[in-house]
C-alpha cells in the first residue's frame, strides 16, 4: 500500500471490506473489463477509489473503465471527474444526457421522475458497456441502499429480495457487481473526506424525495435512535443478502 501512503481506518476498512466481496462472491476474474458507474456523489468516487487501489493488489490482471452520465441540469457539473481521471490516467466515457429534464417535464406524466431517469440511465449503461465491450458494469450500492430497497420490496410489493452482490445479463455477456455492498453510507463518506475526492453537488430537484431515501429513514425510525439496534439491523441484513444470494462461493 505504499504509492497510496498510510490509510486512515475509513480508507482501510472501506478497501478491506469491498475485497472481501469480491472474493466472496467471484466478482473479477482474469480480462475482466469493468465499467465504472460514476454519478460523481460519495459513494461512487469511494468506489472509483478503491476499485483502483484493489486493481493493484488483484492476483490477476482486469482493467477499469469509468462511465459518466451527466443528467442534464448542469452540463459542467463532471468536469472535476475529467480532470480527475486525466490525473490518475484512468479512461472512460463521459456523456451529458436530458434524462433529468425530461424526467421532470410533462413528457413523464405516469412515472415518478426517479424511476423514468434511473430507467433511462441504466439502459444507456447497458448500451455503453456493449459498444466498449466491457465484461462487468460496477455499481456504488451500499448497505444503507441494501436496508431501504429491502424494506420498500417487503411494504409495496409484499416480497423479501434485496439487492445481490453480483448478477448476469444478457447470457451472461456483462455482469453487474455491487463491490460496497458491505460498507454503510457513514463509513464511505467518512472515507471519501479523508481521500479529499472532488463529489460535487446534485442539482436533481428530486434529490431528497427519493422513495429509497424516505423509506431508509422510515427504516431507522424504528431503531429509536439506538445505535446498537442500527447495528444490528444493518449486520442481520448483510448476512442475509450473502447468505441467501445463490451465487455465493
Known amino acids: ?8 481506518y475509513a480508507q482501510q476498512f472501506c478497501l478491506g471490506q469491498a475485497g472481501k466481496i469480491m472474493q466472496q462472491t467471484g466478482m473479477a476474474w482474469p480480462g475482466a473489463r469493468i465499467g465504472l458507474a460514476v454519478s460523481g456523489g460519495i459513494d461512487s468516487w ?6 483502483i487501489m484493489r486493481q493493484r493488489i488483484i492476483p490477476f490482471p482486469v482493467e477499469l473503465f469509468v462511465i459518466h452520465l451527466n443528467p442534464g441540469f448542469d452540463e459542467t457539473s463532471h468536469a472535476p471527474l475529467a480532470d480527475w481521471m486525466r490525473a490518475h490516467g484512468v479512461p472512460g466515457h463521459l456523456e451529458t444526457t436530458d434524462f433529468g429534464p425530461r424526467a421532470h417535464s410533462a413528457e413523464n406524466r405516469k412515472k415518478s421522475p426517479c424511476f423514468f431517469c434511473a430507467w433511462h440511465r441504466r439502459k444507456r449503461f447497458f448500451d455503453i ?6 465484461t462487468h458494469l460496477a ?6 441502499d441494501l436496508v431501504s ?5 417487503m411494504l409495496k410489493t409484499g416480497k423479501i429480495y434485496g439487492l445481490v452482490p453480483k448478477e448476469s445479463y444478457f447470457g451472461g455477456k456483462l455482469t453487474l457487481i455491487r463491490p460496497l455492498l458491505l460498507l454503510d453510507k457513514a463509513t464511505i463518506t467518512q472515507a471519501c473526506r479523508q481521500w479529499k475526492l472532488p463529489v460535487w453537488e446534485n442539482d436533481c430537484p428530486s434529490k431528497d424525495k427519493t422513495a429509497r431515501s424516505q423509506t431508509l429513514n422510515q427504516a431507522l425510525a424504528l431503531c429509536g435512535g439506538d445505535k446498537r ?3 444490528n439491523m444493518f449486520n442481520a441484513l448483510r448476512r442475509w443478502q450473502l447468505e441467501s444470494w445463490p451465487g455465493m462461493i
Do not use: E, P
Not at 455499481?139 to 444503507?144: A, E, K, M, P, Y
Open 129 to 134: 458497456c456493449r459498444q466498449y465491450n466491457l
Open 149 to 153: 430497497t429491502f424494506f420498500m420490496n
Open 229 to 231: 439496534i442500527r447495528t
Open 46 to 51: 469511494v468506489m472509483l477509489q478503491v476499485m
Open 1 to 8: 500500500m505504499a504509492q497510496w501512503g498510510r490509510l486512515k
Open 139 to 144: 455499481l456504488g450500492h451500499n448497505t444503507d
